[in-house]
């Protein structure tokens, strides 16, 4: 079962721009993490927000989490064509696995 | 990637065969796990194991099996049951942390 929900599916930005990134679930959690995948490549974790936390920052990686509203966001500032991968999240419900939703792929254009 | 390994890179099979994706990791942590991503989709659960001699079905176990024999070591075998199996599989470690450690993964194809 995939429970999260990234939005957008896809996003394209020009160098510098930042990216704003959603996630949606649908059962309570423990933690959500932020996953960035390269193009066939493997996963690589960015950040990982608990449930009792609001808003976590990570060098230019912010993310917020809303349990009320069962969302969270990943804004990447300062985008650059680097950047440009596919990005995952995931959540943790206590049970030792993730679930992760479909992604949103990002473009960043030099 | 870390000290994950899978191997091999890409597989290709013919109908009704079974084989065998490996997956290595020298950095002694006990979870390990097998998730299979289709083209534009996220990852499904197909395995995974907190500890040697022990595993647990994910969402989608059938036509899979796994062993876990040594610590290190949690190989997939794709089974002919398995009747979609053209994928990419990617193996995944967890330490005591909460996240997941991935390996490059194995593309593999149907014939």
């Known amino acids: 079962s995939q429970q999260g929900e990234e939005d957008p599916q896809a996003l394209s930005i020009q160098e510098g721009e930042n990216a704003t990134m959603n996630c949606s679930y649908k059962?309570?959690?423990?933690?959500l993490q932020w996953y960035r995948q390269n193009s066939g490549r493997g996963l690589v974790h960015l950040i990982l927000i608990r449930s009792n936390e609001r808003e976590k920052h990570s060098g230019r990686l912010r993310v917020t989490l809303d349990t009320s509203k069962k969302s969270s966001s990943l804004l990447i500032t300062a985008s650059r064509a680097a950047d440009t991968a596919s990005y995952f999240c995931?959540?943790?419900?206590?049970?030792?696995?993730?679930?992760f939703g479909k992604g949103t792929k990002l473009t960043v254009n030099p | 990637d870390g000290g994950i390994t899978q191997s091999p890179k890409y597989l290709f099979r013919k109908e009704g065969q079974n084989v065998t994706l490996s997956c290595e990791q020298n950095?002694?942590?006990?979870?390990m796990y097998w998730y299979r991503q289709d083209p534009g989709q996220g990852l499904r659960l197909i395995y995974y194991s907190q500890i040697v001699n022990d595993f647990q079905k994910g969402d989608i176990a059938e036509g899979y099996s796994v062993s876990r024999e040594k610590k290190e070591s949690f190989p997939l075998t794709v089974t002919s049951a398995q009747k979609n199996p053209t994928a990419f599989y990617l193996c995944?470690?967890?330490?005591?942390?909460?996240?997941?450690?991935f390996g490059p993964g194995t593309r593999l194809t149907v014939l």
């Open positions: 995931a959540t943790e419900g206590g049970s030792e696995k993730l679930v």
């Open positions: 059962t309570s959690i423990n933690n």
């Open positions: 995944a470690v967890k330490s005591g942390t909460v996240y997941q450690y």
């Open positions: 950095l002694n942590h006990d979870a």
